[in-house]
C-alpha cells in the first residue's frame, strides 16, 4: 500500500468518527436535555439537592447548638454536686465556715456539728437527702456578722441559718453570735 492512500484512509476513518459522533450527539445525548427530561429535570434535581444541603446545614447548626448548651448542662451539674454533695464533707464544711468568718473578719470561736437522720419525703422521684446541723459561736462587728451570715447563705453549698442568737460581748462594737446552719448532703 502506498502511503498516500493509507493517509486517505486515515482522514476518511477521522470524519466517519466525527460523523459517528455527531451521530451519538443528536440522537442520544441531545435529547435528554431537551423536552420533559431534560434540562427542567436537571435544574429541578440540583434545587432538591440544594433544598437537602440547606436543611442538613440546619440540622449540623442545630446540633451545634445543643451540644453548646450540653456543655453549659454539665457546668450547672457540676456546681449542683458542689452545692449538694453526696456525704458530709464535715472538713469543707469547716474550711468555709473559717473561710467566710476571716473574708470578713469574724472570729470564730468554736464549731461543733450534729448529724439529724436523713429525711425523705416519700417520692419515689426525689432521693433522701442529710442534715449536716453545725452551732458557730463567732464575734465581731455588727457589720462584720452581717456580712459573715449573707456569704454563709450565699455560699455554694447548700447552707441555711435555722437559728441565730446575738448578744453584746462587753467590748465596744463587739457582738457574739451563736448561729445553727443546716447545710445538706445526698
Do not use: C
Not at 76 to 97: F, M, N, T
Amino acid at each position: 500500500m502506498a502511503s498516500s492512500f493509507k493517509r486517505f484512509l486515515s482522514i476518511l476513518g477521522g470524519i466517519a468518527l466525527l460523523v459517528a459522533a455527531v451521530f451519538v450527539f443528536t440522537n442520544f445525548i441531545r435529547p435528554e436535555f431537551e423536552g420533559e427530561n431534560g434540562v427542567k429535570q436537571l435544574r429541578a434535581d440540583r434545587d432538591a439537592a440544594a433544598v437537602v444541603l440547606s436543611r442538613a446545614a440546619a440540622q449540623v447548626e442545630a446540633f451545634a447548638n445543643l451540644a453548646r448548651q450540653y456543655e453549659d448542662s454539665f457546668q450547672y451539674k457540676d456546681d449542683l454536686d458542689r452545692s449538694l454533695p453526696p456525704d458530709e464533707e464535715i472538713p469543707e464544711v469547716l474550711a468555709q465556715i473559717h473561710g467566710l468568718s476571716a473574708a470578713n473578719q469574724v472570729t470564730v470561736a468554736s464549731v461543733s456539728f450534729q448529724h439529724p437522720p436523713m429525711q425523705s419525703n416519700g417520692n419515689s422521684l426525689v432521693s433522701a437527702y442529710g442534715v449536716l446541723r453545725a452551732t458557730v459561736r463567732a464575734e465581731g462587728s455588727y457589720e462584720n456578722l452581717k456580712a459573715f451570715i449573707r456569704d454563709i447563705e450565699n455560699n455554694m453549698r447548700l447552707m441555711d441559718v435555722s437559728s441565730m442568737n446575738v448578744s453584746a460581748s462587753g467590748r465596744a462594737n463587739i457582738y457574739s453570735l451563736q448561729l445553727i446552719i443546716n447545710t445538706y448532703y445526698e
